[in-house]
């Protein structure tokens, strides 16, 4: 099966700014949580940051749903 689905960097999606599908520049970033609390560990929770190409508006999202 060919499947084209090279989903990189560039894609449309819907700017609340813009209020209409506009080009993202879509990456995913480790953020170090937790530098204090009982748990003393560091986690680094992936976000996905997505910024529109045409006004420049940055959103990130955390992946992980705790
Ligand atoms: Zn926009």
Do not use: F, K
């Not at 090279?6 to 080009?23: F, K, Y």
């Amino acid at each position: 099966m060919a499947t084209t689905n090279d989903v990189s960097n560039g894609m449309t999606e819907p700017c609340e700014v813009c209020e209409m599908d506009t080009l993202h520049e879509v990456t995913v970033q480790l953020v170090t949580e937790g530098d204090e609390g009982e748990n003393a560990r560091y986690s680094r929770e992936p976000y996905r940051v997505r910024e529109c190409q045409r006004c420049g508006n940055r959103e990130s999202q955390r992946m992980n749903n705790a």
